[in-house]
């Protein structure tokens, strides 16, 4: 019996949680999952916090997905570039686009394109190693004493409580020496997160306000007659208590203060000496139920500026795609065509399909469901029968050498090494040269079982 | 520290939150869902998709609710009720599946009408 062939453009928890869900169903399938980029596990790997690794530790839930032996790994194979989608279409009985949403949401407002001024996307890309952001150091002026964080989400939080630990508190992290580095040399002193609406909507979680409780050297300012008294919603209700908390803390020893601004909007970005150096602030407040302008506005000094207000997706090959939501248009995780009908094959999971929401595990269901539509529509229909390494041979013509799972193994423990020589679980390489050297080894060598 | 299940999902046992979990720790009983206090990330999915409001952050359990938080860990850590072994970390509940069998303390729960 001739079992079905599935692509997964994407290695991402969604991508992984397809993978996963068909290989699970009652279909006899294999499944080969692509990445653009030599390493698989997307934002768990190149997005949840360095110091959260409690969360990162879902990646051992997903190398238990790669390791099944109907499941390969191909990285470092940029689909619409190296392969075409239309050809993967002819490839495979069907293909789950899982490419995420990598690009960061701009503000459109003056002074956004000045130097200090970048995109959360792109500063946590950085710390975390991405290959793509490795030079990137220059982009984030660290000799600022005041920084200014734009976003009301977990990301934001992430960026503000990495900005304002000291590097000791991070010299245990996975982080590339270059980044330890530049941390190291960090002047930040103040860290301000700009909300445009209040702490009972903000949408930090809070477990991760509560963190902030434990940093001995960091001080944390808010306006706590800003605080309702309670909320009948019991994770609002959650937040503010723990803003309470960290509103009442006394800290001794503070090196560096965080400090949150509600109700406030940014209107623009000052510039002095060719950088950004201050933002001007709106208050904001609400009016039945609408949050609106009060027109009063003041001036924080900022020599660096993140914002962190969502991201979007961007366009995968031909794909069809929506420019207004910055996702791929589907019904059900059926990718739609032009003219509104189901394309043939064609489906998507996780933020290209829902836009970015929710935590890893959101994913998981996404992709599940995702995979109900494909069951259904490969329900009768034989597979294809394309040889595995159909693929395979289109790829080597084209000089292109995936990364596979044996080549992503070596990476790991490469990483792996590097860490325990300085005396750290981890330490990742963070250039594509190196990357593609250690994960397609002239000749194949066998590598130890990756242990997380 | 992790994610506790508690009394509201007796008899409701919806399992949304075995969907949204990312690393599977969330095991089935015959009334009622446990989560592994060992296997648990705390990355919160499971939260907000319960729709008993049933799960909470260890530190945020409601203290009427305080005797779930040993008794998740007794579901794993104890042998359950018929059984020679305790489970201990099975590794993943979709390859264990419902083990139909609660702690003495959801057995002996009074029948909910939740689930009805």
Sequence with gaps: MIPYRVAVVGSGPAGVYAAEALVRSR??????????????????????????????????????????????????????????????????????????????????????????????????????????????????????????????????????????????????????????????????????????????????????????????????????????????????????????????????????????????????????????????????????????????????KAGMVVRSVGYHSTPVGTLPFDEDLGRVPHDAGRVLGPDGRALNGHYVAGWVKRGPSGVVGTNRACAADTVVSILADLEGRPPRGVAPDEVDRVLAERGVRPVTYDGWLSIDSEELSRGQVLGRARTKIPDWATLRRVGVPGVRRTSPRSSH | MAYVIYGDCIDVLDRSCVEVCPVDCIYEGARKAYIHPDECVDCGACEPVCPVTAIKYHDDVPESQAAFIEDNARFFLEPLPGRDEALGHPGGSNDLGPTGVDTPLVSSSPASSRGA
């Design chain 1, 27 to 300: 279909i006899d399938v294999s499944v080969d999952i692509y990445d653009r980029l030599p390493t698989p596990y997307g934002l768990v790997r190149y997005g949840v916090a360095p110091d959260h690794p409690r969360i990162k530790s879902i990646i051992v839930a997903l190398q238990k997905v790669l390791e099944r032996p109907q499941v390969r790994f191909l990285g470092d194979v940029h689909v619409g570039v190296d392969v075409t989608t239309d050809e993967l279409g002819e490839l495979y009985d069907a293909v789950v686009f899982a490419t995420g949403a990598s690009v960061g949401r701009r503000l459109s407002i003056p002074g956004e394109d000045l130097a200090g001024v970048c995109s959360a996307t792109d500063f946590v890309a950085w710390y975390s190693g991405h290959p793509d952001h490795a030079q990137a150091a220059e982009s984030f002026p660290l000799a600022a004493e005041s920084v200014v964080v734009i976003g009301a989400g977990n990301v934001a939080l992430d960026v503000a409580r990495l900005l304002a630990k000291s590097a000791e508190d991070l010299t245990q992290t996975d982080m590339p020496p270059h980044v330890l580095d530049r941390l190291a040399d960090s002047s930040v002193r103040d860290v301000h997160l700009v909300c445009r609406r209040g702490p009972e909507h903000a949408k930090f979680t809070a477990k991760e306000l509560r963190e902030l409780l434990e940093l001995d050297h960091v001080a944390t300012k808010l306006d706590a007659g800003l605080l309702p008294a309670g909320s009948e919603d019991p994770m609002t209700a959650a937040n503010l208590k723990a803003f309470a908390d960290l509103a009442a803390r006394e800290v001794v020893d503070g090196q560096r203060t965080l400090h949150f601004h509600f109700w406030s909007r940014p209107v623009e970005f000052l510039e002095a000496g060719g950088a950004v150096a201050a933002v001007r602030l709106e208050k904001m407040q609400e009016v039945d139920g609408a949050v609106v302008p009060t027109g009063e506005v003041t001036e924080l």
